[in-house]
């Protein structure tokens, strides 16, 4: 699976950002996505994830109530919707891939595929 991130930029806080994971070569209508984050220096965090078996979301805490994921199967991607971003979300966002298909964010995913990020910078 081949896996591109863009939409990242400069945004001021509070402003919003919508980060898109699009697929070449594979179709994701089976597949769950998660997206991370990644500081230099920290360990990446993980902060969303779509499954592909019923569509369940997950968000972590850090994210949760301003961060939306969602996928379009007839554009075969993945968006994250960050709205009211701060400063500590400053950070090389991508997308990656689970290795099983049809499987659930919360069955312990393994991705394995990791597509190249895109770098979000909240700063006024």
């Known amino acids: 699976v081949q896996l591109q991130a863009s939409g990242g930029g400069l945004v001021q806080p509070g402003g919003s950002l919508r980060l898109s994971c699009a697929a070449s070569r594979f179709n994701l209508d089976h597949v769950t996505i998660g997206w991370f984050r990644q500081v230099s220096g920290k360990e990446r965090e993980w902060i969303s994830c779509?499954?592909?078996?019923?569509?369940?979301?997950y968000y972590a805490d850090s994210v949760k109530g301003r961060f939306t994921i969602s996928k379009d199967n007839a554009k075969n991607t993945v968006f994250l919707q960050m709205n009211n971003l701060k400063p500590e979300d400053t950070a090389l966002y991508y997308c990656?891939?689970?290795?099983?298909?049809?499987?659930?964010?919360?069955?312990?995913?393994?991705?394995?595929?990791r597509g190249q990020g895109t770098l979000v910078t909240v700063s006024s």
């Open positions: 779509i499954s592909s078996s019923d569509g369940s979301t």
């Open positions: 990656a891939a689970d290795r099983f298909l049809g499987s659930s964010c919360f069955g312990g995913p393994d991705f394995a595929s």
